[in-house]
């Protein structure tokens, strides 16, 4: 098992807002506190040696500002709640952000709130009386899946830079990435395998429509559209594609792409995705064990991609 | 990349706000560094200033080497044979002045405010007045604002609610500060010492008296030393406080001459003690003041023959003395010793002078009808001589040449109490008189707001002493023969009015206008809050302190770490409470009453989702419980018009409070 140490940490609860008790709050001086108890040290030894009252007086005073600070500090996280915000889906490869959201349910300000994820630099933010704010943190280097938003750290050095306070937080966020997109995918291919399946044009061969490929004559396809050319090459019977700005539907499908590592496959399909969606084509997705229905728009495309970014993985 | 906060360049307001409350913090030295430091400083702080507007001015690494070095050049060639704690301050403010060249960065700024704190405190070394405290304190609420402003992430840009909560958190610490100042042990040496304690250019009584050497003295307001009376203060002309003695004259000063031989202290009292603890101000010399005659000595000191009190070392802190006086005595026989040293006579004894003694004599001896015991009477015949003849009392006296007794006596006839009290002094010795002179104060001004006397510099006064067989040591105050408003009244002189050379002094009626009078209130509730100060900050020892650990039933060093853990953790309790109380969550009344109904619903098997508004949540319990329309649409409602509607009744809360506790299923 492994060494893990015994540090307190703020959970989230049943509704997913990680409450920073009383407890749990870690504090210690920045090394400005520390030069700082330095200078109150040197302030005493003067006013030992001297038998200074008044220099006696400023050393207590700059010592119980040290203490009240110590008190402030720590009151300025107490009570705070942190909400999951948004968590936008990234490509692997990407930084990922987590949107964190910092409730102050207290009827005061509460400066210099900061989050810091390990190896990251502090976000941070004054956060204003009875509010809720957002930061949020980045994952620099992400790889395909589910990027979990690992524990991170809420501090302040409010209100006089002297102390930080501190406590982590485990927070259930979750970022989807991607695969990183690939390669374009092959026009052509075996009739069973292939990987577009334009929805034929219904006009004929002429007009604005870009031709982009041929694909094998099938049972049913219209006699305009073949390619009299490759079959008089002997190339056999071959019908012309068109692309068309009206939609289009087809299978974006794993099969189609043998000979690939997974991760290359999906990054192909990925993608083929991205074109189809540019292109606002009615795409499908076909993977072991998922199909997902042609479709168009936003969500659809959302979903498919987290079909990818999730494949192998749960 | 985001670029970590300390390596944030300063704003030009952080930079100009930073650099003015430093400058708050330095200037109080500028009273006694070297007029070089104050320049250099005042240099810097100028091209900063310049740099504020033309950036690229601030000095690269080169020149603020050579800087530096020329700086610490001034400081080495301003305290060459000297090392002590100046050279420490005057190298600090070159220090700050060289910070500020440096001043870029976040992390200059907090070594900066670390800076300012060290300064304030210096200052202390040099002036313990209250009036200098209150104006440190203020410099560190300043500093304390920026480091609040500093450790926002953003600047409030609201100056006075910074210096608000800074003075907000010094005022919390404040009974930190009392707890620890009671209870830190205190010691009676110092650590280490670096010269500090040879104070310079303290005012104050000195061995020696010559012609205007009192008079430099009383036109320093600066306070000598306060009396608390345990009974009641005695008349004004009773008020003699007694210092250094002198014995011997070369003719223009008097000195105490050679020490005397000690013998046991004794005299006759006449009458009851008076009782009273005197505040003696740092003078720098050893003696300790106290009213004629007194009766008991201080610890550490020692009372000479002649009842001068004596510390073994020089005052340099402010010391409090319990003391004990007898207003009227008999000092009993003169030893012979000391009998031939009081008759003791200059070389520059002039005709005249033995003339007019001889005067004296003569008349005594026809008032008392040839009777030796004659002395008396020629005390009376000097003082009626003084009184009768054209004396004038004055602060500008005409300056005396070589002889100031003679020339004062029979020409210039205008002085101050030293040529008073000298020339009679000498003219007693030459009538054959035992004879001293006494330096020391006279009188003193009662506080009315702290119940003490205050008695200052300008208070000082030389009397005379002669010895009368039978009586003994008998007080003389020939000034009062001429001026006797001087011994009565508060001595209070308008100097701006008093310039002219020889002019008579006019002494301050107690009524005189409006404004004098309320000058004279402001100056007495001034002095009262400087008389606390002194009682409860600055003449808080080692003694006050073991007296208080007395009281707790403590010990000395385990009684002070007890006292001062629990002290420490009684008040961050309190704090801590106190911060927790203001802080607690206010739940709205009406919100409670929903999350209450919320509840119960809960409880009946409709559970609220989290994004759920309060109407749909109304209409999908309506759909599973249709029995509960009713109750439920009245509090949803209400709810509703209480939360995001206008109305925000007393009466509609109470309401909605009923509804949800009469709400069951």
């Not at chain 1, 949020?136 to 002297?162: C, D, E, V, W």
């Not at chain 2, 601030?58 to 070095?69: A, D, E, Q």
Request: charged content about 20%.
């Amino acid at each position: 098992m492994a060494l893990s140490f015994p540090y307190r940490k703020c959970r989230a609860d049943k509704d997913g807002a990680a409450h920073v008790a009383v407890r749990k709050i870690y504090i210690f001086p920045t090394r400005y506190g520390l030069l700082y108890g330095l200078l109150v040290f040197l302030i005493l030894l003067i006013s030992v040696n001297y038998a200074n009252n008044p220099g006696f007086l400023l050393t207590f005073l700059l010592a119980g500002l040290g203490i009240v600070a110590m008190l402030h500090t720590w009151r300025n996280l107490v009570n705070l709640r942190l909400l999951t915000g948004r968590a936008a889906a990234v490509f692997a490869g990407q930084p990922a952000t987590y949107e964190i959201r910092v409730r102050n349910s207290r009827e005061s300000e509460r400066p210099n709130i900061r989050l810091r994820l390990p190896a990251h630099d502090d976000v941070e933010m004054d956060l204003p009386a009875a509010t809720t704010q957002s930061l949020t943190l980045h994952i620099g280097i992400t790889r395909r899946g589910r990027q979990p938003l690992p524990q991170f750290k809420l501090s302040t050095h409010y209100p006089l830079g002297l102390l930080r306070a501190w406590c982590y937080v485990e927070l259930e966020m979750h970022a989807v990435v991607y695969p990183a997109p690939g390669a374009a995918m092959p026009l052509t291919g075996d009739a069973d395998h292939h990987s577009l399946d334009y929805k034929e044009r219904s006009g004929g061969g002429s007009g604005a429509d870009d031709f982009i490929g041929l694909r094998q004559y099938r049972e049913g396809d219209a006699l305009q559209q073949i390619n009299w050319k490759t079959y008089a090459r002997e190339q056999g019977l071959h019908i012309n594609l068109f692309t068309v700005s009206s939609a289009r539907s087809y299978w974006l499908e794993w099969d189609s792409l043998p000979g690939m590592k997974t991760e290359e496959r999906l990054s192909t399909l990925c993608r083929g995705i991205l074109d189809a969606g540019e292109l606002q084509h009615e795409y499908g997705l076909r993977l072991p064990g998922v199909e997902i229905k042609p479709a168009s728009g936003e969500s659809h495309r959302h979903q498919c991609l987290t079909a990818l970014a999730l494949f192998g993985k749960e | 990349m985001m670029i970590s906060a300390e390596e944030h360049r300063l704003t030009n307001q952080e930079s100009i706000i930073l650099i003015a409350v430093i400058c708050m913090a330095v200037v109080p030295h500028f009273t006694h560094t070297n007029i070089w430091i104050t320049l250099f400083f005042i240099a810097t702080l100028g091209y900063r200033m310049a740099a504020i507007l033309l950036p690229q001015l601030l000095p690269g690494k080169l020149l603020l080497f050579l800087i530096t070095i020329a700086a610490v050049g001034v400081v080495v060639v301003n305290h060459a044979q000297l090392v002590d704690w100046r050279v420490a301050v005057d190298l600090l403010i070159v220090m700050l002045g060289l910070k500020l060249l440096e001043l870029r960065k976040r992390r200059d700024l907090y070594i900066m405010l670390f800076l300012g704190y060290f300064t304030i405190a210096s200052n202390f070394l040099f002036n313990q007045g209250v009036l200098l405290a209150a104006y440190l304190f203020v410099v560190v609420v300043g500093l304390t604002a920026i480091l609040l402003e500093t450790s926002r992430s953003r600047s409030l840009q609201r100056p006075l609610k910074t210096v608000g909560l800074s003075l907000s958190l010094l005022l919390q610490a404040v009974p930190i500060m009392v707890a620890l100042f009671l209870f830190f042990p205190r010691l009676s040496a110092p650590l280490w010492s670096l010269g500090i304690d040879q104070q310079r250019g303290t005012t104050g009584l000195s061995d020696t008296v010559s012609p205007g050497s009192i008079s430099e003295l009383i036109r320093s307001r600066a306070v000598a030393f306060r009396v608390d009376f345990e009974g009641a203060v005695p008349a004004p002309e009773l008020r003699y406080w007694r210092g250094p003695v002198m014995w011997e004259s070369d003719g223009t000063s008097w000195t105490r001459g050679e020490p005397l031989l000690q013998r046991q202290m004794k005299y006759t009292a006449q009458g009851e003690p008076l009782d009273y603890s005197v505040t003696l101000e740092p003078s720098g010399s050893r003696w300790l003041l106290a009213l004629d005659l007194p009766d008991a000595t201080p610890p550490h000191a020692v009372m000479q023959p002649d009842f001068q009190l004596i510390a073994d070392k020089p005052v340099t802190q402010r010391l409090r003395y319990q003391m004990r006086s007898h207003l009227h005595y008999n000092t009993g026989d003169l030893p012979a010793s000391e009998r031939r040293r009081a008759l003791q006579l200059p070389a520059n004894i002039t005709s005249r002078m033995r003339e007019l003694a001889q005067r004296w004599e003569n008349e005594a001896q026809i008032q008392n009808h040839g009777r030796n015991e004659n002395h008396a009477a020629v005390v009376t015949g000097a003082l009626r001589f003084f009184r009768q003849q054209p004396f004038y009392y004055t602060l500008y006296p005409p300056l005396l040449f070589d002889n100031p007794v003679d020339e004062f006596l029979f020409e210039s006839r205008r002085g101050f109490c030293e040529h008073y009290a000298s020339s009679f002094v000498t003219m007693m010795r030459v009538a054959g008189i035992p004879a001293r002179l006494v330096t020391g104060y006279q009188g003193g001004e009662i506080n009315p707001l702290g119940g003490h006397l205050v008695v200052r510099q300008s208070d000082a006064h030389a009397w005379a002493e002669v010895w009368i067989s039978g009586a003994g040591w008998q007080r003389v105050d020939p000034t009062a023969a001429v001026a006797p408003e001087r011994v009565e009244r508060p001595f209070d002189i308008d100097f701006d009015d008093a310039g002219i050379v020889g002019s008579p002094i006019q002494f301050t009626l107690a009524q005189s206008g409006f404004l004098k009078r309320l000058a004279r209130q402001f100056r007495l509730g001034r002095d009262a809050v400087n008389a606390s100060w002194h009682r409860w900050v600055l003449g808080y020892s080692k003694q006050k302190q073991g007296r208080i650990m007395d009281q707790l039933g403590l010990g000395f060093a385990k009684g002070a770490a007890i006292a001062i853990v629990a002290s420490m953790l009684v008040l961050i309790f309190v704090i801590a409470a106190l911060l927790w109380y203001r802080g607690r969550e206010r739940v709205d009344p009406v919100q409670a009453d929903y999350l209450r109904f919320c509840s119960r619903m809960a409880r009946m098997g409709v559970v609220r989702l989290p994004y759920e508004g309060a109407d749909s949540y109304a209409q999908r319990i309506t759909e599973q419980r249709p029995d509960l329309k009713t109750a439920v649409d009245e509090i949803i409602r209400l709810y509703s018009s209480l939360r995001y509607g206008e109305a925000n009744d007393a009466h509609g809360k109470s309401e909605l409070h009923r509804l949800v506790r009469a709400f069951h299923a």
